[in-house]
């Protein structure tokens, strides 16, 4: 089959591999229809994501036909349209029983890499270097789906498989991160970031029931996106625009009452932090840039939430964290529990409260995704989601 | 009791064998063990007791090993030191218990690997050993 392989900082190609094969009883082979490339897939593309080896296998947002199941694989037949999950739960450890299935005990298969950095290991990913399991990703043909009886979601309609692609990771994210944001009826929120994730923050924000949200970034389709969904836009890189005084003139100084950070460690400023941040990483003195997470505690309300669902991969430095106890403020954070979301939200997106597809802007196929990661990573030609067709020529 | 260890690699396949006895056998609670002769000096025991708040068992293993300088070298090499060894079994023997399979990447699609992958292979899963009869066709 073809798929796609990074194959070094900067560099992905789309090489012919052998299909996946059952490999263990709950597995799943499923043919790909739709498949997408996620803004952390750009982490992995500029080498910031560690024990990633030549000839890895990316994508963790991908949806298709089951093709083939394991023994003991009963909910799902050949035929069966799905769409997967990109972390992989196990069901029946003492973590998924308490619904942190991103946390899961026995889907990693490299647990002790993870170990070595963090203390414990999370679950499994699809796509994501071999310290969070080292699985073949999606940007392919066929993928193999361990677990796939705990897993995949079943889509019974005849919706497009645009419209409910995105359950495989970044509307389940953006919606976990505003349910972190602990939204109270009246609340105004401010999110830092409008790509996808951002993008589903903001509409999952207001079914949360929020009265207005703030939407933070600088580039002009990402704004005008976030304006469609009805955000009030703060255009962070124009001249004598400071956000926390943004946020302040318009919550008539008292500051948001929930902040969410959809940047995470790649983050960038135009100000002294952002030169700071950068210069500390070159010299690998810091591994993360927290420009956003500084800005966030900085400007939320006494007692406020900090909600972070952008990645970040090791260690931060200068964070307030004296301004984030003496404000009394709670944060949550993690990789997102994608099995308490999947099904409730493809009932909101059956019922018609949102379509997800509105944020894809290029539809394309595999041969061309090395160049539109090029494109996507130098923020050109207005992409917002990129789209891959396996099939398609 | 005559346990055989069975190791093999893509070039040649290695068996170590040895005879144990069973020092302490309470069923359910504990198992220990001495090897008495053959190609392996080791000893151990596994106990099993109730998890605290009553959320499970915790599995406890005491393995001791004695090895040839140039086995444990090799072994340390390749990333499978006795200690990790130990650490890894628990880790499969937990998720063989709590889901009937042990997580593995060994025989998925790749991409040409490269030189340097190539030498890391055995670092990561794609080259781990597994109990023997694990890799039976699931389906």
């Known amino acids: 089959m073809k798929a796609l392989c990074w194959m070094g900082s900067g560099k992905v190609e789309v090489h012919n591999v052998s299909d996946p094969t059952i490999l263990n009883p709950h597995d799943a082979i499923v043919k790909i229809t739709r498949t997408a490339i996620c803004g952390s897939d750009l982490h992995l593309y500029d080498g910031f994501i560690p024990t990633m080896e030549e000839g890895d296998i990316l994508g963790h947002e991908f949806m298709g036909i089951v093709e083939d199941t394991g023994k003991g694989v009963t909910n799902l037949q050949r035929g069966d349209r799905v769409v997967v999950p990109f972390t992989i739960a196990c069901g029946n450890c003492e973590f998924c029983k308490k619904k942190i299935w991103s946390a899961c005990d026995n889907t990693n298969p490299n647990a002790h890499l993870m170990e070595a950095a963090y203390g414990y290991s999370g679950s499994g990913l699809f796509g994501y270097s071999h310290m969070m399991g080292g699985y073949a990703g999606g940007q392919a043909q066929y993928v193999r789906v361990p677990f796939a009886n705990v897993g995949p979601l079943k889509i019974e309609s005849d919706l497009p498989d645009e419209k409910v692609l995105f359950l495989s990771d970044i509307f389940p994210t953006g919606y976990m991160a505003a349910e972190n944001a602990q939204i109270q009826g009246n609340d105004t929120v401010a999110v830092w970031g409008c790509g996808p994730v951002g993008q589903f923050a903001i509409a999952s924000a207001f079914m949360l029931g929020a009265a207005r949200v703030i939407a933070i970034d600088r580039l002009p389709e990402r704004l005008e996106l976030a304006r469609s969904i009805g955000a009030i836009t703060v255009d962070y890189s124009e001249e004598d625009v400071s956000v926390l005084t943004a946020l302040k003139d318009l919550t008539g100084g008292i500051g948001p009452d929930s902040c969410i950070d959809a940047v995470g460690l790649e983050a960038h400023s135009a100000q002294l932090q952002g030169i700071y941040d950068k210069v500390k990483t070159a010299l690998m003195l810091e591994t993360d840039r927290p420009s956003v997470l500084r800005q966030a505690i900085q400007s939320v309300r006494k007692g406020g939430t900090v909600s972070i669902p952008g990645v970040y991969g090791g260690l931060l430095d200068k964070v307030p964290f004296g301004a984030a106890f003496g404000k009394g403020i709670t944060m949550k954070m993690g990789q997102t529990n994608m099995h308490n979301y999947m099904k409730p939200l493809l009932e909101r997106i059956e019922k018609r409260q949102i379509d997800p597809s509105y944020i894809i802007s290029h539809r394309i196929t595999l041969e061309e995704a090395p160049d539109m990661y090029k494109v996507w990573r130098d923020k050109k030609q207005n992409v917002t989601k990129i789209v891959i067709d396996p099939w398609a020529t | ?139």
């Open chain 2, 1 to 139: 009791m005559r346990p055989v260890a069975n190791s093999s690699d893509k070039d040649k396949d290695k068996t170590v064998e040895w005879d144990s006895a069973i020092l302490q056998d309470e069923p359910g609670r504990r198992i220990a063990w001495k090897s008495i002769g053959g190609e392996s000096h080791n000893a151990g025991e596994v106990v099993f007791e109730p998890a605290p708040g009553g959320r499970g068992t915790m599995v406890t293993v005491l393995q001791e090993f004695r090895m040839g300088k140039l086995a444990s070298a090799w072994e340390t090499i390749v990333g499978r030191n006795p200690k990790q060894a130990v650490i890894e079994n628990l880790r499969h023997f937990k998720a063989l218990a709590e889901t009937g399979e042990i997580p593995r990447t060994q025989g998925q699609p790749h991409g040409p690997r490269g030189m340097i992958a190539g030498i890391k292979k055995s670092m990561y899963d794609e080259e781990t050993k597994v109990p023997p009869g694990l890799h039976r066709k699931a389906s």
